[in-house]
């Protein structure tokens, strides 16, 4: 059995225009550190000094929904009791936009929520150690949990259309 568990996020159809406003709001940058040659525009690593009046107003939405759902699947599903959340960012992957193989060591577990993946854009592509690939099968509003130690990729994306994602780190950070 793969360790990994699909949910839907509350209200998604309803916050989804307010969290891209959000985010279009946020300062963000492209990366240029993992070596992609269409990397994603992203905040990656501005907000992890646990100053919650500093984090980002998509942030505090997207938190409010969906902290106690992630952390309840954490709990329930994988037994780990002392989960939090720790640093978080969003990724918008345009025409040609990729993530090369990567995993989260700094952590145990590791969230993403769809907030954008219209008909087209790739969702996250999986790979379990010893080298078996999947695709989860998300969608749209859906938020996929996964140990950390499990190798993901966003694939180059052949569309026209923009994928969204917010990440989640998950472990027993202590503020």
Known sequence: MIPLKIVSMPGHSAVKEMLLSQIEETDSFIIHEHGDKYPPLTDWEKY?????????SYWH???????????DVVHDEFGYEDATFGNFWFQQYE?????DWHTHPQCLYHAIYYLELPKGTPPTLC????GFEFTPNVKEGDILIMPSIIEHTSPKN??????????INIDNYNC
């Open 48 to 56: 992890d000094d646990c100053e919650w009046e500093d984090y980002p």
């Open 61 to 71: 939405t997207f938190s409010s929904l969906a902290e106690e759902l992630i952390l």
């Open 95 to 99: 025409t040609k936009g990729q993530h």
């Open 127 to 130: 790979r379990m150690p010893g």
């Open 158 to 167: 052949r569309s026209r259309n923009r994928k969204t994602v917010i990440a």
